[in-house]
């Protein structure tokens, strides 16, 4: 079975700055691995993913993450954030041929002007 | 276009009363999830439909819990006997289908189930 450790239950981030969100997994086996980003009062939204190839993953907003094999990391950046990235943040992941996610805890991010 | 609809949106109950949660998936989807997101924490997988069977129920937390897919569309989610621990925002996804090469799974709103 794998996991999800999100390593920063909220973030707080000045507009324009740049962001990171720590994601941590464990699996024995390959997988494959997700951000998702949730607005208040709506759903979950796919940001990125990696399936295979290229380690550096870029999304949806400007949002790109990197996977770290050897360090079983997935970690999530934005170089400059917007008021508009307020919005809770989760790490997932999913072993090859599955079909079921399992979520880290998620990492709320609050842009401040 | 039309997104993966969840109803209701909200629903508050008694303790011990019987409820079902509604989830129209994206026309089309053959495969159908449901995940449960207790406040405070990430989604956690309850279900999952291939069709109208049940592939893999192995997240349901006890018996009180019960999906079905009748027609390999809309599935409801019914929950016996509520407890105040059920409490949570119910997530229903769908996918084009599932296992093999990756599909991505597409998510509603929601249900938030209080229980009183």
């Known amino acids: 079975a794998q996991s999800v450790t999100q390593l920063d239950s909220q973030v707080p981030v000045f507009e324009e700055a740049p962001v990171e969100l720590r994601c941590n997994y464990s699996?024995?086996?390959?997988?494959?691995l997700f951000w998702y980003v949730q607005y208040p009062n709506q759903g979950l939204q796919l940001l990125l993913k990696?399936?295979?190839?290229?380690?550096l993953v870029k999304g949806i907003n400007g949002f790109e993450a990197e996977f770290n094999k050897s360090q079983t990391s997935f970690h999530l950046r934005k170089p400059s954030v917007h008021i508009s990235d307020t919005a809770e943040y989760f790490c997932?992941?999913?072993?090859?041929?599955?079909?079921?996610?399992?979520f880290g805890a998620g990492t709320t991010v609050t842009v401040r002007a | 276009g039309a997104g993966v609809s969840q109803t209701p949106s909200n629903k508050v109950t008694e303790k011990g009363k019987y409820v079902e949660l509604r989830c129209d998936p994206i026309?089309?989807?053959?495969?159908l999830y449901w995940y449960r997101q207790s406040l405070g924490q990430g989604p956690e997988f309850l279900i999952y439909?291939?069709?109208?069977?049940?592939?893999?129920d192995s997240g349901l937390p006890n018996d009180r819990f019960f999906a079905v897919r009748p027609e390999g569309s809309v599935s409801t989610l019914k929950i016996q006997r509520t407890e105040r621990g059920d409490s949570a925002v119910y997530l229903c996804?769908?996918?084009?289908?599932?296992?093999?090469?990756?599909?991505?799974?597409?998510f509603g709103p929601g249900t938030r189930l209080t229980v009183l």
């Open positions: 996804a769908s996918s084009l289908s599932a296992g093999g090469f990756y599909n991505e799974q597409f």
């Open positions: 699996s024995s086996v390959s997988v494959y």
């Open positions: 990696y399936l295979s190839g290229s380690t």
């Open positions: 997932a992941v999913s072993e090859v041929s599955d079909y079921k996610l399992s």
């Open positions: 026309s089309g989807h053959t495969a």
């Open positions: 439909f291939q069709g109208t069977g049940a592939a893999d």
